[in-house]
Structure formats: structure tokens, C-alpha cells
């Protein structure tokens, strides 16, 4: 099992940036494909991002193309979601998310292991 906190939310202008950080522990994470899924009030949670283990691939949903930007820092034990051109509707939970392969997936039930979510607010 992976542990996975969360950082970084908080309150930003429309137009802003957020950078979100998922420290990871527990199990190797070097091996694991890691992705970021969001969850608005009274909507279902959905796929934002996500990356293979080695961070050379990775994979948007089409609503954060061009403005979100996927990372991670093996050696550091860490995956970053930095969010620019922040928009009212991207005002959500964050979660990070863990799974035992090192292949992208933008399916949350194929993720295993997941972060107790942090608060982003973009307020117009």
C-alpha cells in the first residue's frame, strides 16, 4: 500500500495558479503510475491527469488541456499538478491517486491507493 497526502489547495482569483503536491510513502511509488482526479459539489468525481512511472507520459482530460501541467519527482517521492489559467468551474476536491502499474489510466477504479483530497476554490 501507497500512503498519499495531499497539499497546496486553497483559494484562487480566476485566471490564477494553484501548484497541488502528493507526498507519497509506504510502498516503492518509483513503480507506480500516479494520477490526480477531482470532485465538485454534487457532481461525480472525475479523471484531471494522470502519469506513467517514469514521468515521460502523460495524460490530460480535455477540460484542463493547455492549462494544468503533470509532474513528478521520483528521487523526492512526489507528484505536482501545477494549474494555471484557473477557471471558476476547476473549484473542487483534489485527489492524488496510486496504482500498481506503471501504465496510464484515467479510470479511477483501476487506481488502488488514494489521498484524503485537498480544497481548490476559484472564485471569479
Known amino acids: 500500500q501507497v500512503q498519499l497526502v495531499e497539499s497546496g489547495g486553497g483559494l484562487a482569483q480566476a485566471g490564477g495558479s494553484l501548484r497541488l503536491s502528493c507526498a507519497a510513502s509506504?510502498?516503492?511509488?518509483?513503480?507506480?503510475?500516479m494520477g490526480w482526479f477531482r470532485q465538485a459539489p454534487e457532481k461525480e468525481r472525475e479523471f484531471v491527469a494522470a502519469?506513467?512511472?517514469?514521468?515521460?507520459?502523460?495524460y490530460y482530460a480535455d477540460s484542463v488541456k493547455g492549462r494544468f501541467t503533470i509532474s513528478r519527482d521520483r528521487a523526492k517521492n512526489t507528484m505536482y499538478l501545477q494549474m494555471n489559467s484557473l477557471k471558476p468551474e476547476d473549484t473542487a476536491i483534489y485527489y492524488c491517486?496510486?496504482?500498481?502499474?506503471?501504465?496510464?489510466?484515467?479510470?479511477?477504479?483501476?487506481?488502488?491507493?488514494w489521498g484524503q483530497g485537498t480544497q481548490v476554490t476559484v472564485s471569479s
Open positions: 491517486a496510486a496504482r500498481l502499474t506503471s501504465g496510464l489510466s484515467s479510470d479511477q477504479y483501476e487506481y488502488e491507493d
Open positions: 509506504g510502498r516503492t511509488f518509483r513503480s507506480y503510475a
Open positions: 502519469i506513467n512511472w517514469s514521468g515521460g507520459i502523460t
